[in-house]
């Protein structure tokens, strides 16, 4: 397919299976031209725990992306995926700039205390008014990209996992503000497929926003979210083909935390 998959995980975020060596051969094996993981940041403060390795564990994650770096045979990028919430900040703030990375994707989880993409707490979804909640989760996606600290926002419109979702006219009036923030910022989105893999069967974002944010030109990469190997470049083709149907040409590469833009196969 020749994309890149910029976003996968490691097991040090206690939710995804394989070594860092066999997303690599996996990668190698359909073609892709380099990948990046992007497993979860530590978070200190104790938020989220079961989702991502501690701080202690971090230069495992280093030490292991790198000695498959030097085994693999096609490039291997390091990033990280920082969740934005509002006590979370400072530390990124003061710690991102330590780390030699070369993408940091931000990404929205929870709205206050629910972690709204949880399986365990889908229920939820059946006693909140679903228009407001996706207001809310916009509204922390504008401050996320206000901070300044991320590349790309991640799975834009995850709300929709589980098939919950508000009216076009109104996901359209939520998140044209938000996407003015994430142009302003210059950051870049990516089309997540492992929506396809979720109950909505849809990659993130939906074409309506794709389309939203080509209008603000905002650049896009491509991520399959793998937890495990074989998910690596997982459904790229139709990616590419929703990238193209809103009227992209070309995506995003990174090193060392800056962008080009290459052509779309």
Not at 39 to 68: I, Q
Not at 195 to 217: M, T
Request: with cysteine.
């Amino acid at each position: 397919m020749m994309l890149a998959d910029y976003h996968m995980h490691t097991a040090l975020c206690k939710h995804a299976q394989g070594t860092v060596s066999e997303y690599a051969e996996e990668a190698s094996r359909k073609g892709l031209p380099e990948i990046c993981f992007t497993d979860h940041a530590p978070a200190p403060d104790g938020y989220d725990p079961t989702n991502r390795m501690v701080l202690s564990e971090f230069p495992a994650y280093v030490k292991n992306v790198a000695e498959c770096r030097d085994s693999a045979t096609l490039p291997i990028l390091f990033g990280i995926e920082g969740d934005y919430y509002e006590s979370g900040v400072e530390f990124l703030r003061t710690w991102l700039p330590g780390q030699k990375l070369d993408l940091v994707i931000g990404s929205v989880h929870y709205i206050r205390d629910w972690g709204f993409d949880n399986p365990a707490e889908r229920a939820t979804w059946d006693s909140v008014d679903v228009t407001q909640a996706w207001r809310e989760y916009f509204q922390l996606v504008t401050r996320l990209a206000d901070t300044g600290l991320f590349d790309v926002v991640a799975h834009l419109d995850l709300p929709k996992k589980f098939g919950y979702r508000p009216r076009d006219k109104a996901v359209k009036e939520m998140a044209q503000p938000t996407l003015d923030r994430i142009a302003a910022a210059g950051m870049g989105i990516e089309l997540n497929t492992s929506g396809l893999r979720r109950p909505v069967k849809e990659i993130y974002p939906s074409p309506l926003i794709l389309e939203l944010a080509r209008e603000r030109e905002i650049p896009i990469c491509f991520g399959s979210d793998s937890h495990t190997p074989q998910d690596v470049g997982y459904a790229f083709d139709e990616a590419l083909k929703l990238a193209k149907g809103a009227g992209y040409k070309q995506c995003l590469r990174f090193r060392g935390r800056q962008k080009q833009l290459v052509a779309l196969p």
